[in-house]
Every structure is written in structure tokens, then in C-alpha cells.
């Protein structure tokens, strides 16, 4: 493990939740580029644009997400 001290952890959930729900984006974007053999140079370039808008959003946004997620729910 990295051992990445425990209070950066939101950023790390912010890298690894933006990256892969961009990587799942961009894959279905990209789709119709299967045919013609060009699906992994558009992939890789849908996703790189799309990581770096959003990263930034889920940082900033995530905290607000999850007191909003708090306020919805309850304990049993």
C-alpha cells in the first residue's frame, strides 16, 4: 500500500471515483468507434478530457454529496 495518511483520503476517493465512472464514460462514448478501429485512441482521449473536468467536481462536490446523502437517510 501507498500508505497515504488517512486525512487525504477524500482526495483519493475523488481520484479513483472520477476516474473509473470517466474510463466507463468514455467506453460508452467511444463506442461507435469499434468498426472502424480508431475506439482506443478516441477511449483514452474522452477519457483524459473527461478525468480532468471532473476531478476538480468531485472534490469539491463529494462532501456536499455526502451530508446531503446524511440528511436523506436515518439509522435504523
Wanted: charged share 15%.
Amino acid at each position: 500500500m501507498l500508505g497515504i495518511p488517512r486525512r487525504f483520503g477524500h482526495f483519493v476517493f475523488a481520484v479513483i471515483q472520477s476516474g473509473l465512472t470517466c474510463a466507463i464514460a468514455a467506453a460508452v462514448a467511444s463506442y461507435p468507434f469499434i468498426a472502424d478501429g480508431s475506439f482506443a485512441a478516441h477511449w483514452s482521449r474522452a477519457w483524459l478530457l473527461s478525468w480532468l473536468v471532473m476531478l476538480p467536481v468531485v472534490v469539491l462536490a463529494a462532501p456536499a454529496i455526502r451530508r446531503l446523502a446524511d440528511l436523506l437517510t436515518r439509522d435504523r
